[in-house]
């Protein structure tokens, strides 16, 4: 994010022994210029600070987004997610104005960083850099991560089921791992934990057999380093924080160890490595996002874990993990769709866990199949993964236990990929195995965007499920908030929480359409509030009922307007709904509907006044 004023790279990363990486021809120049719709509050670097994120306005923020994306974990495009910068903004400006989202989780390879050992690739540096740079100049966070799956393709034989991504060749060669085999394997996977070249490669990666975790490190600061070198101080404010490693997994425990003394033995002191790299590479004021063992909340596989040996994490890590229903995938162990409700108690866990921990949460990859025998679940899944992303309270309670919402957990749904079906992928290098439908990697098909045939990008999945009012920054704390997408299961619209027949007005004010309400306490910030309006919430006809008044079609935004509509920075369209309280300890709250067309004054300030009398009786 850019702040108002331009300014000048003040410092360049310099690091012992890394000097000739962190320059090449064409890194951009050190100015930048003003972020399209910005606003005087907005662009400041993220911390992590009372469980929470916050802006430097003191303001608690909500990332929520996608996975960009599983092109990476492909050859086609040389490991990078897009095969240029212009497709790289094509898809930021979609995954804003179309998908709603405010920050991407952005892949990159160890396998194309690092091709040669102890050599890092600066071509591949600098175009990943520049397709990130894409989405920072769209208004969106950006996290990297190094991703593996399987940690190598080059574990795969070229007559595979399955393949691979992640580490480089040298460091699968060094290992002289036995022939991959899975078995009887019918989701790919099942080789985390049956395929025995898989395995032991995991094993010497987590005990640094070959110095193979110190050159991944290596390779992980001078990565960061070039990053922040090579993009403006106002982009890196953008840069969230760095995703260490996808999906963590022992391979093999040894003697005596299991899951939870892995986690404590081996995996912590490898994030406590990669936390000193990221201050060497001057990332010192960004968290580490962590990830525990994958399996330590599966509801099929799972393993005790959670890293509850390391303590409290607090600023300088965030609580990290990963939500697919395995049941539901499984199309035997859940037969019929998700319902309200489903999973309020799996991302409960994770709220809990981040809180002991003493700082955040992100669920950095959720989702379902779009195509399968259980594709049928993906309407219902999705909804209740992000119903539970929204509240910890089911829809049908909700409404009487406020109260007990919770935090409202940030989210990065997998996955955002535009050549989704449009793929040419020689599966493990075998040219008679070209891949092109899906996303072209072990049968997966999750992407929510593909482009169509005149090359514009288009959603797969329900508009109203994904493009979604969420409070993207909160000034002061969030009470309760809940968002009713009334998202489709093909003919049949989805309303897990209607407002009750007790509130008669507010009732008839939402109607039939969509709305969202949030509760929250002031802390005397200055910066407003800001929900997402999605593109079903067009300015002119959008509602909102609050304590600090009542709108039909908010005005813009001025620094004297309490509810006001605005831009989202980037230039791409995408807007949002200002409140400004600037109080201190006061209950507020704000229903935000499309349902009504140029309602009353009447029935406006009658559904003011029920809503402000359920404020006092649920919350106080």
Known sequence: MRNIRARLLAVLVVLCGLC?????????????????????????????????????????????????????????????????????????????????????????????????????????????????RAFLDAGIRVYPDFHQDLYSRHLFNTGSWYTGDGAPKWAVDLGGYPGESCGICFLWGQNITQNGAVKAAQYDFWHNNHGLQDSFLATAQKTMAYIKTNVTTEEFAGVLGFDPYNEPYAGTYDSGQNSRTWERDLLWPFYVKFRARMDAAGWTDKPAFVEPNLFWNGNVSKEEGGLLDAGTLGSRYVFNTHFYDQKAISGVLMWGNAEDGQYVTDFGTVRDRASAAGTTAIVSEFG?????????????????????????????????????????????????????????????????????????????????????????????????????????????????????????????????????????????????????????????????????????????????????????????????????????????GSRRLLLSAPDTGTVHYALVANGATAPSATLLAAARTELSTWVAQKVG
């Open 20 to 132: 000739g990486f962190l320059t090449v021809a064409g890194s951009p120049a050190a100015t930048a210029a003003t972020l399209p719709d910005s606003l005087p509050f907005d662009g400041t670097a993220l911390t992590v600070s009372g469980g929470r994120f916050l802006d430097a306005h003191g303001r608690e923020v909500v990332l929520r987004g996608y996975n960009v994306s599983g092109e990476t974990k492909l050859a086609e495009n040389k490991g990078l997610p897009f095969a240029s910068v212009a497709d790289a903004r094509k898809s930021a400006t979609a995954l804003r104005a179309l998908g709603g989202g405010n920050s991407v989780r952005f892949l990159l390879s160890w396998a194309y960083a690092e091709p040669v050992r102890g050599q890092v690739d600066t071509t591949y540096l600098a175009a990943a850099t520049e397709q990130l």
């Open 368 to 572: 379902h199949p779009l195509n399968g025998n259980t594709a049928g679940k993906a309407p219902t899944v999705l909804k209740a993964m992000y119903q539970a992303l929204d509240s910890r309270v089911k829809g049908a309670n909700w409404w009487t236990a406020p109260a007990t919402s919770g935090p409202v957990l940030s989210g990065s749904q997998w996955q955002w990929d535009i050549y989704n079906g449009r793929h040419h992928e020689l599966m493990n290098d075998n040219a008679d195995k070209v891949l092109t439908t899906g996303d072209a990697w072990n049968d997966e098909d999750l992407s929510a965007v593909r482009l169509d045939n005149s090359g514009t990008a288009t959603l797969r999945q329900d508009a109203r499920l994904l493009d979604r009012i969420y409070p993207s920054a909160t000034s002061g704390t969030t009470v309760a908030f809940t968002y009713e997408d009334r998202s489709r299961d093909g003919s049949t619209t989805l309303t897990w929480n209607p407002v009750p027949s007790s509130l008669p007005n507010t009732k008839q004010l939402v109607g039939s359409g969509q709305y969202g309400l949030l509760v929250w306490r002031s802390n005397g910030g200055t910066a407003p509030t800001e929900l997402h309006l999605p593109a079903s919430f067009p300015t002119a006809t959008t509602t909102v009922v609050s304590d600090l008044g009542t709108v039909y079609a908010p005005p813009a935004y001025t620094t004297t307007t309490k509810i006001a509509a605005a831009a989202e920075p980037g230039g791409t």
